[in-house]
């Protein structure tokens, strides 16, 4: 059956996520930032958070004193992760708005770092019809059920939805819950596969 909703992934999707800018003035440069990201376990941590933990407690978790204040100084300069639209994308989102199709969105997003990244990126906040953000719901892609928790919020079937994610086990994880799915390559392979599913 043709999908009649789209399910969109935020980061690295919608809005290009770059870390690395948030360490990188503490840090003395972005290759400095990256090495203190290794050191401290940056994308576990980051990922315990996306899934309801707490950035407080993750600093609790490093020894090193300076590594531990920088760490903490990452809710702060969220906002430097965020600043830039994946402007292609925005223009199919767009179009599938403008044609009556319903949007929704699924992020693994942390609870404390998703309004900060609406100071940067506001519209965020309002153009979704139905909005999962992970670290609100305390569970995370590719978890089955953050899946389960959107189809019943949105009261759709699975199988009129088409989910587009960076991950590929993202993907993997929406088409076992029986969605179609599809890796994010770019909004020019994007396009061609919304088309292809008669979105526009």
């Known amino acids: 059956m043709k999908p009649t909703h789209m399910v969109f992934d935020i980061g690295g999707v919608l809005v290009h996520w770059d870390p690395v800018a948030a360490f990188a003035e503490a840090c003395g440069g972005r290759?400095?930032?990256?090495?203190?990201?290794?050191?401290?376990?940056f994308r576990d941590k980051n990922a315990r958070a996306d899934a309801g933990e707490s950035f407080a407690d993750l600093a609790d978790e490093i020894e090193d004193a300076r590594d531990r204040e920088i760490f903490a100084g990452y809710l702060?300069?969220?906002?430097?992760?965020?600043?830039?639209k994946i402007?292609?994308?925005w223009t199919l989102l767009d179009a599938m708005k403008e044609n009556g199709t319903p949007v929704h969105a699924i992020t693994?997003?942390?609870a404390e770092t998703w309004p900060r990244g609406l100071t940067a990126q506001p519209r965020l906040s309002k153009v979704f019809d139905t909005l999962i953000?992970?670290?609100?719901?305390?569970?995370?892609?590719?978890?089955?059920?953050?899946?389960?928790?959107?189809?019943?919020?949105?009261?759709?079937?699975?199988?009129?939805?088409?989910?587009?994610?960076e991950?590929?086990?993202?993907?993997?994880?929406?088409?076992?819950?029986?969605?179609?799915?599809?890796?994010?390559?770019?909004?020019?392979?994007?396009?061609?596969?919304?088309?292809?599913?008669?979105?526009?």
């Open 31 to 41: 290759e400095a930032a990256m090495g203190f990201m290794e050191r401290v376990g």
């Open 76 to 84: 702060d300069a969220y906002p430097l992760t965020v600043q830039r």
């Open 87 to 89: 402007k292609g994308s």
């Open 108 to 110: 693994n997003w942390s």
């Open 133 to 165: 953000v992970s670290g609100e719901e305390r569970m995370a892609k590719p978890d089955p059920a953050i899946f389960a928790l959107f189809c019943d919020r949105a009261g759709v079937a699975p199988e009129a939805c088409f989910f587009v994610d």
């Open 167 to 200: 991950s590929i086990k993202n993907v993997e994880a929406a088409r076992a819950m029986g969605m179609q799915a599809a890796q994010f390559i770019s909004p020019k392979v994007l396009r061609l596969d919304l088309i292809d599913r008669g979105f526009l």
